[in-house]
């Protein structure tokens, strides 16, 4: 099996289990965390903000050079999504974070997150509420974010 069918395979299965995951248990903000799983959220929220601001160079270090982002039209690579955030394509405005939960196994940490977000797509300004899945590796000591997908939610 290919590398992009292998992650597009992993990435249908953690929505999956996120989707069944949120459904079950709704995570408080308030929520203790452990000091990992506080390094996971801060890189994460650390991503959305260098989103809404533009700054491809830091997405550029964070992203895994065979990082994969499912979008609501389809799944494309660093290259691309690097392209479509300098461009102005897609802008991610904000990100209202309503609950995060944060999962470990071994060299990889899964960042599920319920969000609404903003972002202008095609010149439209568009509000949507998502689950958002984020797979980072960790490799030579530094955590790199492989998959970014995004589901959509039916939810206000």
């Not at 308030?30 to 491809?56: C, F, G, V, Y």
């Not at 940490?109 to 202008?120: G, T």
Request: with cysteine; aromatic share 10%.
């Amino acid at each position: 099996m290919n590398m992009k069918k292998f992650l597009v395979s992993m990435v249908a299965i953690i929505a999956t289990a996120c989707s069944t995951c949120f459904a079950q248990n709704a995570i408080s903000q308030s929520t203790p965390k452990t000091p990992a799983e506080q390094e996971m959220i801060n890189l994460s929220r650390n991503k959305w903000q260098w989103m809404a601001e533009k700054n491809a160079d830091k997405l550029a270090e964070l992203f895994h050079d065979e990082a994969q982002f499912v979008h609501m039209g389809g799944y494309w690579g660093k290259t691309q999504e690097l392209n479509t955030i300098r461009s102005g394509g897609i802008w991610y405005k904000n990100a209202d974070i309503h609950s995060e939960e944060v999962k470990f196994t071994e060299n990889t940490a899964v960042v599920y997150s319920r969000i609404h977000l903003d972002a202008v797509v095609g010149g439209n300004e568009v509000r949507n509420p998502f689950i958002v899945s984020e797979v980072y590796v960790k490799e030579n000591g530094k955590w790199l974010l492989s998959v970014l997908a995004f589901t959509k939610t039916m939810g206000k």
